[in-house]
């Protein structure tokens, strides 16, 4: 069975700072993972993703994700946190293969403080 | 593309009523996929059609939970007797078959509250 921990429900950065949020994954294969972003009362964005290949993923708006398998890691990273950023993030494991059944953590809610 | 869409977006019943759902899927995707979202948690997954065929689902889909894909387009998703457990956000997520299948799209959800 595949989990998620996300470590931290909710994270405050003052803008400008380092936007760190961590996750811990548990998979009985090689996983597919994934950092989605919310707004609220939106749906659920994706901001990356790390299947195969390069453990360092680059996403959207700024953001990007190292894969450590040692440590069974997949923490969120950016250099500067925007006021935009502000929104609940969530990560998310999938088993691979043809059919993605995702298993989602309990989200992080970041603050980005003026 | 204009992405996944559902209807309606917000749903106030009481509880004891049916309510049902709508998800229409990217045009392209034949996967789709309903999740429950309640306050302050992830997306759980419901269930999972390939087409029009329902393959997985969740235990957390009860007997008076139903879902539908009658033509492998869009689906419906019907619940009987609400009850108040059942206030949460329903996500609808598609995803195609080939090339990046495992990135699923997600629809802005339908938010039903049960009085």
């Known amino acids: 069975a595949q989990s998620v921990t996300q470590l931290g429900s909710h994270v405050s950065v003052s803008e400008g700072a380092l936007v760190l949020l961590r996750c811990n994954y548990s998979?009985?294969?090689?996983?597919?993972l994934f950092w989605y972003v919310q707004y609220p009362n939106q749906g659920l964005q994706l901001l990356l993703k790390?299947?195969?290949?390069?453990?360092l993923v680059k996403g959207i708006n700024g953001f990007e994700a190292e894969f450590k398998k040692s440590e069974t890691s997949f923490h969120l990273t950016k250099p500067s946190a925007h006021m935009s950023d502000a929104a609940e993030y969530f990560c998310?494991?999938?088993?691979?293969?043809?059919?993605?059944?995702?298993?989602f953590g309990t989200g992080t809610k970041l603050q980005v403080i003026p | 593309d204009t992405g996944v869409s559902q209807d309606p977006r917000h749903k106030i019943t009481k509880r004891g009523q049916n309510v049902t759902f709508r998800c229409d899927p990217i045009?392209?995707?034949?996967?789709l996929y309903w999740y429950r979202q309640t306050l302050g948690q992830g997306p759980e997954f419901l269930t999972y059609f390939q087409n029009e065929a329902q393959l997985e689902k969740s235990r957390l889909l009860s007997d008076r939970f139903s879902a539908e894909r009658p033509k492998g387009s869009f689906s419906t998703l019907e619940i009987q007797r609400t009850e108040q457990g059942d206030s949460a956000m329903y996500l609808c997520?598609?995803?195609?078959?080939?090339?990046?299948?495992?990135?699923?799209?997600f629809g802005p959800g339908t938010r039903l509250t049960v009085t």
């Open positions: 998979s009985s294969v090689p996983p597919y």
């Open positions: 790390y299947t195969t290949g390069a453990t």
């Open positions: 998310a494991v999938s088993e691979g293969g043809g059919y993605q059944k995702v298993t």
């Open positions: 997520a598609s995803s195609s078959a080939g090339g990046n299948s495992y990135e699923q799209y």
């Open positions: 045009s392209e995707h034949n996967r």
